[in-house]
């Protein structure tokens, strides 16, 4: 299962030959800030004690929660981009933070240490598939949807540790927003959607996210009706991306562990498997009128 995202990610490099799976002990060490986000929280810290301004001070000139300003100075929370400005108008319009905020590393801060190099990769991936059969993919997730993921979570995290990894997956579905044109697939089975997590109006407002986010053309949702027989995929979730350069990486992930797989033949393999299912399960249209579907039985 997902702990920053339903996706985690491998030690081994994009160019390592062959895959491996993560370390416990690197899987456990879980989230923690990114360089770039320290630096930042350390800058607003700074400026807010020179000021003589208390984090509940500054929290109410910028109008956001003591708890925000605290997360964002410890450099747990990517501030978007209405604190920055507030912010610098609150501590002296120094220009700093300005400065700062643009060297921030975005998609760090919550994602465990596993998960963080495909998560970069596919920030510069030109197409990117995803088959999942456990829960909705991250980068479909509705905010309750996640949070309840995370609150589920074994071990349990703290409200601060849920509130970073939430910002997160929140902030990586930015990625499908801003690139219009690079291809998104994604294969999910129904019953991961007509699994309950909320009530009903929750249910709806998952299923009305993932109709939106997978409307624009560049987007691309099948889903393998319950009918279906046994398929290609059934070793389990798959992620596959293609670089820039035209080189395929392929990324799975089972119980706290995962590989990012660079072996040419093995990503062949997966690759087959995915276009396979591709044609056994419904095709888009189809795949919108069933979602569609189970909302109006809700």
Partial sequence: MDVVGVEGEAAAGAGSAGARAVPAGEWERGPHPSDSL?????????????????????????????????????GRRMPDEAFVERAEEALGNTGALRKAARHLTRGEAG???????????????VSL???????????LQSEAYARA?????IPLRTDDELEVQLAARMERQ???????????????????????????????????HVLELTA??????????????????????????ETFEGRR??????????????????????????????????????????LERLRGEL
């Fill in 38 to 74: 320290r630096t930042f929280g350390a800058v607003v810290q700074g400026l807010r004690e020179h000021a003589g301004l208390s984090r509940a001070d500054l929290a109410a000139r910028v109008q956001y929660s003591k708890h925000t300003v605290e997360s964002v100075e410890l």
């Fill in 111 to 125: 994602l465990a240490a596993w998960f963080r190099r495909w998560a970069r990769l596919e920030r510069e991936a």
């Fill in 129 to 139: 598939c995803t088959y999942e059969c456990r829960l909705v993919p991250g980068l």
């Fill in 149 to 153: 993921v995370f609150e589920g979570t």
């Fill in 174 to 208: 930015v990625m499908m927003r801003e690139r219009p044109t690079v291809p998104f697939s994604f294969i999910v089975e129904e019953h991961v959607f007509r699994r309950r997590f909320g009530d009903a109006e929750e249910m709806r407002v998952l299923v009305d």
């Fill in 216 to 241: 624009p053309r560049n987007v691309t949702l099948q889903v393998v009706p319950l009918e279906a027989r046994l398929h290609a995929c059934l070793d389990g979730p798959l992620q596959i991306l």
């Fill in 249 to 290: 990486l392929a990324y799975s992930e089972g119980q706290k562990n995962g590989r990012l797989i660079s072996d040419s033949k093995e990503v062949t393999v997966l690759c087959q498997r995915y276009d396979t299912l591709r044609s056994q399960a419904l095709n888009p249209t189809e795949s919108r009128d069933l």
